[in-house]
């Protein structure tokens, strides 16, 4: 057994159930409590619902719902508050054009939400990072869920936490989308 295993349980534990279940839904760290945001319940209906880890208690707990159902849309943290991007509010399986380009942000310690700038492009099935007081907004899919190719998008776009705007940038390669994303460690803007 390698040393990088020490001290780390051998198998996984059970913990308390959410209070809903939930697929295609978001989950973040936010000042150090978990929580599970939206998605869909075992019948296809998208959830507003968000609930978060009490550690003392053991349990979940249900906070203030989003402002709007979602499920499939970009999610991230960032200056202790959670951002959710993009997605689609109509249940599983519809072919159309259902994708929103909405933007909330939920601030953890007034159990609150308020709406942002939308994104320039309506989509679901993107993947959101934070880097640099910048949220960026990657791929996903304008159509609803499992899309052809063609349907896929290589847009990125990218909001500036201090002036609230998005902006276009350079695109992926590739259309991509239910892709994931994340920034592992950067070195200081002095460093470079």
Request: hydrophobic share 40%; glycine share 10%; aromatic share 6%.
């Given at each position: 057994?390698?040393?990088?295993?020490?001290?780390?349980?051998?198998?996984?534990?059970?913990?308390?159930?959410?209070?809903?279940?939930?697929?295609?839904?978001?989950?973040?760290?936010?000042?150090?409590?978990?929580?599970?945001?939206?998605g869909v319940?075992?019948?296809?209906?998208?959830?507003?619902?968000?609930?978060r880890f009490?550690?003392?208690?053991?349990?979940?707990?249900?906070?203030?719902?989003?402002?709007?159902?979602?499920?499939?849309?970009?999610?991230?943290?960032?200056?202790?508050?959670?951002?959710?991007?993009?997605?689609?509010?109509?249940?599983?399986?519809?072919?159309?054009?259902?994708?929103?380009?909405?933007?909330?942000?939920?601030?953890?310690?007034?159990?609150?939400?308020?709406?942002?700038?939308?994104?320039?492009?309506?989509?679901?099935?993107?993947?959101?990072?934070?880097?640099?007081?910048?949220?960026?907004?990657?791929?996903?899919?304008?159509?609803?869920?499992?899309?052809?190719?063609?349907?896929?998008?290589?847009?990125?776009?990218?909001?500036?936490?201090?002036?609230?705007?998005?902006?276009?940038?350079?695109?992926?390669?590739?259309?991509?989308?239910h892709l994931?994303?994340?920034?592992?460690?950067?070195?200081?803007?002095?460093?470079?």
């Amino acid at each position: 057994m390698s040393g990088d295993n020490v001290g780390l349980p051998r198998r996984w534990q059970m913990t308390a159930p959410m209070t809903h279940p939930r697929g295609r839904h978001a989950c973040v760290v936010a000042q150090g409590v978990v929580y599970a945001l939206g998605g869909v319940d075992v019948t296809g209906k998208v959830l507003s619902s968000v609930e978060r880890f009490n550690f003392d208690k053991r349990a979940w707990e249900v906070t203030c719902t989003m402002p709007e159902p979602r499920r499939d849309f970009g999610c991230v943290v960032a200056n202790g508050k959670v951002y959710v991007v993009g997605g689609a509010s109509t249940p599983l399986g519809m072919s159309e054009k259902a994708c929103t380009a909405s933007v909330f942000e939920y601030t953890p310690a007034s159990d609150t939400w308020q709406a942002l700038s939308p994104m320039r492009h309506a989509r679901q099935g993107l993947t959101c990072s934070h880097l640099h007081g910048k949220i960026y907004a990657l791929g996903g899919s304008d159509v609803d869920d499992i899309a052809p190719a063609a349907e896929r998008l290589r847009v990125v776009e990218r909001l500036d936490l201090d002036k609230l705007q998005w902006e276009e940038c350079a695109s992926m390669h590739m259309a991509r989308s239910h892709l994931g994303s994340g920034v592992v460690a950067m070195p200081a803007d002095n460093e470079s």
